[in-house]
Nanobody, 123 residues
Framework: QVQLVESGGGLVQAGGSLRLSCAASGRTFSYGVGWFRQAPGKEREFVAAISRSGGVTYYTDSVKGRFTVSRDNAKNTVYLQMNSLKPEDTAIYYC?????????????????WGQGTQVTVSS
């Protein structure tokens, strides 16, 4: 069993930055990890993902060039650095771990989920 805990969310002005963390516990964190977000009244959507080693990353088009996903396996932590934030980035952000796949954009490919952290970007 893997437990995931997100942190780092908050309120920021447009153009600002935040770094989200996803800390894993329970067993060796050798899984692919994805970040998803859910805005009010909308379905949860894929944001970014990273391979087990951290060597390969994936992004949805709307965050390319602004967000960077990385990981430190020694600390069992995955990060999402978010720069040039826009009001439309406002959402609850979730990290998720997948046992069998890497880089998937589909929620059902992920086996473990965190509780989410709120990101609010003011205009």
């Amino acid at each position: 069993q893997v437990q995931l805990v997100e942190s780092g969310g908050g309120l920021v002005q447009a153009g600002g930055s935040l770094r989200l963390s996803c800390a894993a516990s329970g067993r060796t964190f050798s899984y692919g990890v994805g970040w998803f977000r859910q805005a009010p009244g909308k379905e949860r959507e894929f944001v970014a993902a990273i391979s087990r080693s951290g060597g390969v990353t994936y992004y949805t088009d709307s965050v390319k060039g602004r967000f960077t996903v990385s990981r430190d396996n020694a600390k069992n932590t995955v990060y999402l650095q978010m720069n040039s934030l826009k009001p439309e980035d406002t959402a609850i952000y979730y990290c998720a771990a997948a046992v069998r796949v890497v880089g998937s954009r589909r929620e059902y490919d992920y086996d473990y989920w965190g509780q989410g952290t709120q990101v609010t970007v003011s205009s």
